[in-house]
């Protein structure tokens, strides 16, 4: 399965854009920084790697060219999301314990979690810096000004959603709903911030920027539905994420909360009692599996990202948009739901 | 030891700002930060509490009266400072394991270190949201630009300084040269970008804005040491540290790197296990502060806090301020190196 052609399209220019925004900040700080970023070894020597999908700059540049508009003036506000989202990654593998990301030793795992910490802060610093470029892009100080308080909302939102993903962990209760409410702050908020960005630096239409920012809901949800699919059933090789990792660490994905909901009965007493246990084994993690398989779980999983991307196609076909990069949205919404990394 | 009146003039008002700044922000995630701030308690009911002193605000509203500005207009950057300090403080606590800050258990002791993280990354977020307002105190864009952009840099270099700060604490080899580089960066960045931020916002003179930069970083100096100062000699009653923490922490604070200097022979050998250590024993705390007193490492390091003083003090005296501002800003820096707290 491979990335739709808009990745590789802004791919460079994202690259060349962050890689700017680093230029010049050569403390040892920063070597945690081009390392999480896939640019260098822990040794500080370059390598060519995998600096993750740049998903969220992808999308924000498609909606400015979607809109209109001219995607190169947006380039700033990309690379903004794109450290939002790692800083967030940085901090998220140090709360999880997480060893492994992309297929390399997260960055705490090497440096420690104190340093890690500092990475992520630095890195989230970073994020205001890029988006201070928008000026020199020519964007007019009250689209900046609007920009700034869109990705500082949508950042406390993931902040928020993190908060409550944590608290979850050790929670029996948790419904579809309280999920599904989780998810909108922790996945959806950046993924609709991104899309709503695009739109503003690209248009002055209100209803179309408003219609992107609702494209991306739908949008963020379906993305992060299909990646608790693969915190279960996808294929360590791929996802680069241990598999069976998010039973391991507790966490309320999709596919436990509606087994949680569903169970019955034995099932129900046997999943209850392995999530009191403080820590799950492996056999623990197979039983769960049989009992997801036992109630559907995964075709359950796969419907609902299928009926959020089904929503955000309707929006996408709604809006006055450019033909090609509309299309081009709607391939890459697909693909979020279809991947398998 | 009371504090000068200028904490007086602006504590209400800065309050009122931060507060607004949270207002309305109900989820538990802001429980964390209001508990830091000293609002409420861990159950999330209000306190009357010390929130600490608000230099920083205090120091950039008074820069901004000193050259002639309306302090109220300078409010947001104010608050934005505060919360910049206090994210790195919840990190700082994390990253140091300390439990208590401020005469109170700290934030991750409560609540674990992953949900302490999620406090400090929306407090750091929120940051960004104070510096927003400044556009509804008719700041022009360009100064709000300007602003941002000295704040950012100020928290890269904060955050640098707190990554040095940490891998100086295995090291033995720390000269005072590295340190004074060390808390130029952890301490006096955020200090002197107050002071210039408050100089920006209050005047179009940039050599004022530049002085009371310079102003600030003396001062930031001054004030750093004589935290080293009360990390050792300090009474707990009064700092609300534990007593010998930063010897016990390892921290390569002034008077540890200047007697890793000085010392010889047989003090040298002893200081050097001491610090070689993985654990340092409450004797061990005793031994070192044993070879400090020898070594007259307490009056160099207050001298050293007063030279960076009286630099501050000509600098201010050299500058064309208001006079009443600038005697309150002489007597606030005379306060820094002599507190007690």
Redesign the interface.
Known sequence: MRLPLAFERYRSEIDAELRSVLAG?E???YKMIRYHLGWVDEHGHSVQGSAGKCLRPTLLLLACEAVGGTWHKALPAATAVELVHN??LI?DD???DDRERRHRPTVWSIWG???A??A???M???A??AL?RL?DQGVA?EK??RA??IL??A??RL??G??YD??YENRLDIAVDDYLEMIEMKTEALIACSLELGALLGSDDEAVIRGLFACGRGLGLAFQIRDDFLGIWGNQQKTGKPSGSDIRRKKKSLPIVYAMEKARGKSKRELLNIYRKDVIEVQDVDAVQGILDALKARSYTQEAAHNYLNRTLEEIRGLPLVPSAALELEELACFLVERDF
């Open positions: 900040r403390s040892p700080l800083f967030s901090h140090i709360q999880d979690k104190p340093q910490i500092n992520g802060d630095s989230h610093t970073l205001d810096v201070l000026g100080p900046q000004h700034r308080r500082s909302e950042c406390l902040v928020e993190q908060y944590i608290s």
